[in-house]
């Protein structure tokens, strides 16, 4: 029998949370219990303190721990169901394990608390670590922790989708409405990147100044100077404006650039016009401080046609003049995410992994969350996502409108840990920014008076202790 403790979920009820969140029922999968140890994140080589929830552990219980490669604290390599056997002539082969034999295997001292047990551990090297719990020879609980090396120990993961519409351009609802929902989804950054305006996202901006929320906004404008959509996210200005008001300019760089391109390149008039503009465009944007990214490189522009050639495409990636490759834009066609994936990994083989971002690309507030980017960075703020986006320090998520089986992109060791906080710690992140997205509600059409800007301080407080807890 599995123990009472867990899976409850102090009281809250499963299903609820499963309706947002990838969270399993079966108590011995990974994130059937996020609440049931603490913290969650350790640092490679440190004494650390273990808190298990596990109330009526029996009294012949012990525990157990491994790395998910299956090897013990002691550097041991393990496996729970065969143990290895060297026969006299050397043959080498495996035996079935006994239940009795399995008892055998080293476990670690506890002491129990009030509400479980406690242990003192050292992890010996990053990766996943699985505390089983045991007793007549059975597993009885199970809990997941991560170890990391202090680089990316001292970094945190922020969940944000940069690439979204509002009634500044062509999206269904508000500004606020989309920052609103998109909070609900777990979200601590956001940009609203209208078409050819900037305005949606500095308007957002300037209504959440002086507002206690986590969620953080920044500057971005979907810019369309040239054929290609790019985004151009963090910078101080405005890419429409610069090549409307200040044509001639942008004509020069567009012009100077379009000298410089090689016959070799074998472009067509107009794919060698569109990448000038383009080059134009992400050379403004870094002069204004800002990323420039390559959206959705293989949308269909009209149901027919890809948004660029196959060869203008390659001009791009191979003279690399944008920052960032959005391979995963969640809201356009089905294949085009699978393509852009695909093209990333060829130009990763010959040595160009491009950083990347995942969006949703939402034009309506129901869209929101079916593409994500987790960025791993010292804090929430706009210098911490772009040098997270341009230190491939992030994770690009596609979530298909569900959280149930994420597709993830990224570093293979930002990717395992990515996959690890996705069951193990934003279940209660998200829990946790559900609540707050409906106090800012409350705070935004219930007149903004004090009491409720103090519980959205409170709601956004909850984040804060969470943070303190999962990394101790
Ligand atoms: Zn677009
Ligand atoms: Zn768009």
């Given at each position: 029998m599995p123990l009472a403790a867990f899976g409850g979920y102090n009281g809250r009820k499963p299903e609820k949370i499963q309706k947002y969140r990838a969270v399993s029922r079966d108590l011995f999968y990974e994130s059937a219990s996020p609440d049931d140890v603490f913290p969650k994140v350790f640092e490679v080589g440190k004494i650390s303190e273990v808190h298990i929830r596990a109330?009526?552990?029996?009294?012949t219980a012990w525990i157990f721990c491994a790395s998910e490669d299956g090897f013990d604290l002691d550097g041991n390599n393990y496996f729970p169901e065969y143990a290895t056997v060297f026969s006299d002539d050397s043959v080498s082969g495996y035996k079935k394990q006994s239940p009795s034999d399995r008892l055998k295997m080293p476990h670690l001292p506890y002491e129990r608390t009030s509400e479980g047990i406690v242990l003192k551990v050292v992890f010996p090297r990053e990766g996943r670590y699985v505390f089983s719990m045991r007793s007549g020879g059975k597993v009885i609980g199970r809990v997941w922790v991560y170890a990391l090396e202090s680089d990316l120990f001292s970094l945190r993961p922020y969940r944000g989708d940069i690439h979204m519409h509002t009634t500044f351009s062509d999206?269904?609802?508000t500004n606020l409405e989309m920052a609103l929902s998109a909070l609900s989804v777990g979200c601590d950054f956001i940009s609203p990147s209208d078409h050819r305006r900037r305005e949606g996202s500095i308007d957002l901006i300037r209504k959440f100044?002086?507002?206690?929320?986590?969620l953080k906004v920044f500057p971005a404008e979907e810019a369309h100077a040239s054929l290609l959509h790019i985004n151009n996210f963090g910078?101080?200005?405005s890419i429409e404006e610069w090549s409307r008001r200040e044509r001639a300019d942008f004509d020069a760089h567009t012009n100077r650039i379009l000298g410089s391109i090689p016959p070799s390149l074998k472009l067509s008039d107009l794919d060698a016009l569109t990448l000038a503009q383009s080059e134009a465009v992400f050379e403004k944007i870094g002069e204004m401080g800002g990323i420039s990214i390559f959206n959705?490189?293989?949308?269909r522009r009209n149901g027919e046609q890809l948004c660029v050639s196959d060869g203008l495409r390659d001009a791009l990636i191979s003279r690399g003049k944008f920052d960032a490759y959005e391979i995963v834009n969640g809201s356009i066609n089905y294949d085009s995410s699978d393509l852009s994936a695909a093209r990333h990994a060829e130009a990763a083989q010959s040595g160009n992994y491009m950083p990347i971002v995942g969006c949703s690309d939402a034009h309506n507030s129901g869209e929101l969350g079916c593409g994500v980017t987790l960025a791993f960075a010292a804090s929430c703020d706009l210098n911490g996502v772009k040098s997270a986006i341009m230190s491939r320090s992030t994770v690009a998520v596609d979530t298909f409108g569900s959280f149930e089986r994420p597709k993830m992109y990224g570093k293979m060791r930002m990717l395992k840990y990515a996959s690890f906080l996705w069951k193990n710690f934003f279940p209660l992140h998200d829990e946790i920014c559900l609540g707050q997205a409906a106090a800012l509600r409350e705070y935004f059409e219930g007149g903004k008076t004090r009491e409720l800007r103090e519980r959205v301080a409170e709601e956004a407080g909850k984040l804060a202790d969470l943070e303190k807890k999962v990394w101790g």
């Open positions: 109330r009526g552990l029996p009294d999206g269904r609802d100044e002086g507002v206690p929320s986590s910078s101080t200005g959705h490189p293989y949308w």
